[in-house]
């Protein structure tokens, strides 16, 4: 079946570590996308990626970079520029005109 | 520009009896619209989408949503409660071509014995 795989499901970083949050998907989606969820506010929009070699921020995209090498790769990383990065992060990913799909998610939290 | 607000942080009702979740969105032309459900430490999955078509929209698991246009809503319903309902829902609005997509805060179900 296809899907979007997030790995791991729970990551713990010490202070001033970079981590490294892993998105893959068999969907054949052109775009992927990742958010951070918190408590009571929703999903916010850190980074997302329309094409191959191409991303753009998103709202809080401060402390965090990405790299779009593969199509069904979109890898996330945590730098240790990003004070509060305890939060659940969910990575999607869509094609034109349709719903996004999603991850199961990641838990990262500070040791 | 876009927005989504859901009115209620937390709905609670009991087994076998209807649910309603409250959404209001404000957007420059016409939107996609959309409810997720999100059960814990999982992602979102979608239960329905509105893209201009019919207004009164059907989803899995008993849900549906109707879209009113002078009320600026997409209010979600089910019939009857099932334990099975408890989560977090989330009310969506993008764009046509699905890019800018703007998540309401969240509505926490509770469904009581």
């Known amino acids: 079946d296809g899907g979007i795989t997030q790995s791991p499901k729970y990551l713990f970083r010490k202070e001033g570590q970079n981590v490294t949050l892993s998105c893959e998907q068999n969907l054949n989606h052109d775009a992927m996308y990742w958010y951070r969820q918190d408590p009571g506010q929703g999903l916010r929009l850190i980074y997302y990626s329309q094409i191959v070699n191409d991303f753009q921020k998103g709202d809080i995209a401060e402390g965090y970079s990405v790299s779009r090498e593969k199509k069904e790769s979109f890898p996330l990383t945590v730098t240790s520029a990003q004070k509060n990065p305890t939060a659940f992060y969910l990575c999607a990913s869509s094609i034109e005109f349709k719903p996004q799909h999603f991850g199961d998610g990641t838990r990262l939290s500070i040791l | 520009a876009q927005s989504v607000t859901q009115l209620d942080s937390h709905v609670s009702v009991s087994e076998g009896t209807p649910v309603l979740l409250r959404c209001n969105y404000s957007s420059s032309y016409s939107p996609s619209l959309f409810w997720y459900v999100q059960h814990p430490n999982k992602g979102l999955q979608l239960l329905l989408k509105?893209?201009?078509?019919?207004?009164l929209v059907k989803g899995i698991n008993g849900f549906e949503a109707e879209f009113k246009k002078s009320e600026t809503s997409f209010h979600l319903t089910k019939p009857s409660a099932h334990m099975s309902d408890a989560a977090e829902y989330f009310c969506?609005?993008?764009?046509?071509?699905?890019?800018?997509?703007?998540f309401g805060a969240g509505t926490r179900l509770f469904v009581k014995a």
């Open positions: 509105y893209t201009s078509a019919a207004t």
């Open positions: 969506v609005v993008s764009d046509l071509g699905g890019f800018k997509t703007i």
